[in-house]
């Protein structure tokens, strides 16, 4: 399989997880999405958004969608499960997943931050100040739902690595490194430091990857 991927898109990192906690192989292809590179028509034929990641697995499918591309990966290597099959625990996971990548990550992305400065003028004040509005709305909605679940173990669901984590660490290692103050979030910060200690979450960390550059 080939990846294609930016070191610092949280979407293109749970896949990187994904990947990593089922053993599977792949090839990495990195894409500078501040460069732009994703606008390239030979990549906008595979991700018609223009952006990452984007899976082309052994047959040549292509899938340009985190969460998809997550579902399809539990389809070829269903250990670790990450959409657990009962439905309770598989609508709790779903909702948690869906909270992040529908309602924190759209609004804070590269392409809207670049629109809001180069667009709409609008100043790194304020800009920082709207990437940690979101960022507070979307966690602390996230803190409540694993609050109100109570699951006990050190993953957001209890013992078992599931899609929430998957999708929690890299919105987390966003918000950290726009320095917000996740203070208020205790459950989902002791889950991130949990996943942090795995080496599945760590060799897909950003600074792990062939294309990342320091800040």
Not at 50 to 58: A, C, F, K, R, T
Not at 111 to 123: E, F, S
Request: aromatic content about 8%; charged content about 20%; some cysteine.
């Amino acid at each position: 399989m080939i990846l294609y991927s930016f070191f610092n898109s949280s979407t293109a990192y749970r896949v990187r997880i994904a990947l990593a906690l089922k053993g599977l192989q792949f090839e990495l292809r990195p894409v500078n999405i501040r460069r732009g590179e994703q606008y390239a028509p030979e990549h906008r034929a595979m991700s018609p958004v223009g952006g990452v990641p984007v899976l082309v697995d052994d047959a040549g499918n292509v899938l340009s969608q985190s969460l998809a591309i997550l579902g399809y990966l539990d389809s070829l290597a269903p250990e670790p499960l990450l959409f657990p099959t009962e439905p309770l625990a598989r609508a709790r996971v779903q909702e948690f997943v869906q909270l992040i990548a529908c309602d924190i990550h759209p609004v804070n992305n590269l392409r809207v931050l670049k629109y809001l400065k180069d667009t709409l003028a609008v100043d790194e004040v304020a800009k920082h100040a709207w990437y940690a509005h979101w960022v507070a709305e979307g966690l602390g909605a996230a803190e409540v739902l694993l609050q109100r679940a109570g699951a006990a173990g050190p993953f957001a669901f209890g013992t078992t690595v599931s899609a929430a984590d998957v999708c929690l660490v890299p919105q987390v290692a966003n918000a950290l490194r726009m320095q917000c103050d996740l203070s208020a979030y205790p459950r989902l910060m002791a889950v991130h430091a949990h996943c942090q200690s795995l080496p599945a979450f760590r060799d897909a960390a950003p600074e792990r990857q062939p294309d990342y550059t320091a800040p």
